[in-house]
């Protein structure tokens, strides 16, 4: 079945097309969950919830742009939306601390994926939010910063932090070896 036709009956509410689009889908909106969550379960309820929304929403999609990018950008605010409930960033204004330059950011080919998406997991709960809207979805610290209710500065501060978090955990991985 095209895309258009299964979006058009997922708008009619047809089950079965709702089915065979979370089929579709599901894989690349789990791992926008798992980069935003702190652990997998929680992953899998923000992916309900996030195809809860799709499904709810569907209707407002026009056929401008990406139908994939729209849902990405649905299962990102559902994230957000439910970490703004808990007051995950409910903090204090940071002051500026330096940024690494991006040369200093080196993909560590020597450290299996599974352990790095595990390391950023375990990050802060803000600071994981900002170190994967930032390095892995490509928002700007502005946009960062209207979605989550932060400053420009906020933001930067806790991409820093977040960064340089994993890089001791990486080195300590690495000397482990």
Not at 79 to 102: M, T
Not at 104 to 110: A, G, L, T
Not at 112 to 121: E, G, H, R, S, T
Not at 155 to 170: H, T, W
Request: hydrophobic share 35%; aromatic share 10%; with cysteine.
């Amino acid at each position: 079945m095209a895309l258009d036709e299964l979006i058009q009956k997922c708008k009619q509410q047809d089950v079965k097309a709702q089915g065979s689009l979370f089929q579709q889908y599901s894989g690349v909106l789990f791992s926008i969950c798992l980069r935003y969550s702190p652990n997998y379960t929680e992953a899998e309820d923000n992916l309900q919830d996030a195809f809860i929304t799709i499904f709810e929403k569907i209707g407002q999609f026009k056929d401008k742009g990406s139908f994939e990018g729209w849902m990405k950008r649905i299962t990102v605010n559902t994230v957000l939306q439910k970490y703004r409930k808990q007051k995950v960033f409910n903090i204090k204004e940071e002051a500026n601390i330096e940024q690494p330059d991006d040369d200093d950011v080196v993909i560590e080919s020597e450290v299996p994926l599974d352990y790095l998406l595990q390391i950023i997991q375990e990050l802060p709960d803000r600071y994981r939010l900002v170190f994967s809207m930032y390095v892995l979805d490509g928002y700007a610290h502005k946009e960062i910063a209207e979605m989550l209710g932060i400053s420009d500065g906020t933001s930067k501060s806790n991409l820093a932090r977040a960064r340089g978090i994993l890089k001791k955990k990486v080195e300590a991985y690495k000397k482990s070896r």
